[in-house]
């Protein structure tokens, strides 16, 4: 997966390190949500999984972009 800057990717290392999941695990997790709407979703990693708006942004802007 290449990590362009910009692009929801370039977030990933910084992800992993800071919360100690695998990106493939909040993948996972994002897919199991019966929320559909990205602020929803962004919403829902900032308040039960205490993710930054960044990174939550970046997880389920990825997620969906591959989803289609």
């Given at each position: 997966m290449a990590a362009v800057k910009g692009n929801p990717a370039s977030y990933f290392p910084a992800i992993e390190e800071k919360y100690g999941?695998?990106?493939?695990?909040?993948?996972?997790?994002?897919?199991?949500?019966?929320?559909?709407?990205?602020?929803?979703?962004?919403?829902?990693?900032?308040?039960?999984?205490?993710l930054g708006h960044g990174h939550a942004n970046a997880l389920v802007a990825h997620?969906?972009?591959i989803e289609r």
């Amino acid at each position: 997966m290449a990590a362009v800057k910009g692009n929801p990717a370039s977030y990933f290392p910084a992800i992993e390190e800071k919360y100690g999941r695998p990106v493939q695990e909040w993948i996972a997790l994002i897919r199991s949500s019966p929320l559909t709407g990205h602020m929803e979703l962004v919403t829902w990693l900032k308040t039960e999984h205490g993710l930054g708006h960044g990174h939550a942004n970046a997880l389920v802007a990825h997620t969906r972009s591959i989803e289609r």
